[in-house]
């Protein structure tokens, strides 16, 4: 397979994440992990758009099925939140971590364990939301300071059973997309990240960032429809393009 970069398939999405993840990895081969890879929405596209031999991993069993049911073809595996990557050394070429470090209990645990299953030289995709003038809204923090609003809420936009699935039934030790025990979801500052990088041996390569206003247009898209959800989430990809403090996206390779 020949993989034309400049034909991204996110290239409009309105989340800037999955652009700069699938152009870092495109061009590459070998065996990708994508972990904390959710319904399978980045890592279908990735497999059936690019050379890689693609596999997600999630410790979430209803984002697992969703993901079975979109792609038949993915190789999935179940996580448990603190324990170790159920993976040999050096097994994969790549791995993405797409908004997803914020939510683990130990970092630096968790980022010597991606570091562990890359192969020596191997590239790590990742993405967290940043630490910047309006970290107040992150929206995953809502549940802990205002939990009857957010449970009003979250109960009106996707019905009572499945907020129980999510935030009362704890048993795979996950809070919505939080591991249990860690109470807030964490906004980074840039050398914060490329410190933790470091220190479990990686070297960033590059760099970027995205939007400034987004959370301000994504909770209500969310809970929008039609016409409108449509004309925020155009507002929402303007806004990365155009500003870059918002979220950090980093490429980095696993130094040997």
Request: charged share 25%; glycine share 8%.
């Amino acid at each position: 397979m020949i993989v034309d970069v400049d034909r991204n398939p996110f290239a409009r999405h309105p989340l800037r994440r999955y652009a700069f993840s699938w152009q870092r990895l495109a061009q590459r081969d070998g065996r990708h992990l994508d972990v904390g890879c959710g319904d399978g929405y980045f890592l279908s596209t990735l497999q059936t758009t690019t050379r890689l031999e693609c596999s997600g991993a999630d410790p979430h069993p209803g984002y697992l099925e969703a993901a079975r049911h979109r792609n038949g073809n993915l190789r999935l595996h179940r996580l448990t939140v603190a324990g170790e990557l159920p993976f040999d050394t050096g097994e994969f070429d790549s791995v993405s971590l797409l908004d997803v470090l914020e939510h683990v209990p130990d970092e630096s645990r968790f980022l010597d364990e991606v570091h562990r299953v890359l192969s020596p030289g191997g590239l790590l995709v990742l993405t967290v939301p940043r630490r910047h003038i309006f970290s107040f809204l992150d929206p995953d923090n809502a549940k802990f300071r205002f939990p009857r609003l957010h449970r009003f809420v979250y109960t009106a936009r996707f019905g009572r059973r499945v907020y129980r699935e999510r935030f009362v039934d704890l048993s795979d030790d996950l809070r919505g997309d939080m591991s249990v025990g860690k109470h807030e979801h964490t906004n980074y500052r840039p050398a914060d990240l490329i410190g933790l990088l470091r220190g479990s041996g990686f070297e960033p390569t590059a760099v970027e960032g995205a939007n400034l206003f987004w959370r301000w247009l994504h909770a209500p898209a969310l809970l929008t429809g039609g016409r409108l959800r449509a004309l925020l989430e155009r507002l929402i990809y303007l806004d990365g393009v155009i500003f870059k403090s918002a979220n950090i996206h980093v490429a980095a390779r696993r130094v040997p």
